[in-house]
């Protein structure tokens, strides 16, 4: 019974965590080297992430800057930033590269708040998914019925918190992005 609960919350950890993840990517008008996380470059026929080819820094609050640490990449680097499709305009001098994050617009950012609450509200359907599963689980272990509804309850109590937790999350980042 123990086994269920934990994998149940195991598994809504790494949804919420991936909640927080894409959330990373929604760009908030400033400067954070995780904009570029999943960015591969294509480096001697590998796909390599970014930050293993160069130092990812914020000189100033809306502008990163890139230091590849093989110069004979940043061509390289600045295709893969291009293909990422981020909407970011990359600048090199030979050796560094630069972005300006350019200012968002209040229409801009209406649409990211919708953004990230669609993607809350795919982190909650996945919680539910997993409680569905975990319920599933509880039925088939043929328990008397105060057991099998003690453990739902703890099921949904675990739900109840993540929810809270995606809620919280959600509404910080909505915060964020309509901070000027």
Known sequence: MDEILLEAEEKMGKAVENLQNRFTKVNTGRANPSMLDGIKVNYYGAD???NQLATISVPEARKLQIKPF???SVQDIVKAIYEADLGLTPND???VI?????????????????QIKKMSEEAKIALRNIRQDANSKVKALELNEDEEKALEKEVQDLINEYNKNVDEKTSQKEKDLMTI
């Open 70 to 72: 093989d110069k004979s």
């Open 93 to 95: 001098t030979g050796d």
């Open 48 to 50: 390599t992430p970014l």
């Open 98 to 114: 630069f972005i300006a994050i350019p200012e968002l617009t209040e229409e801009r950012r209406k649409e990211l708040v919708k």
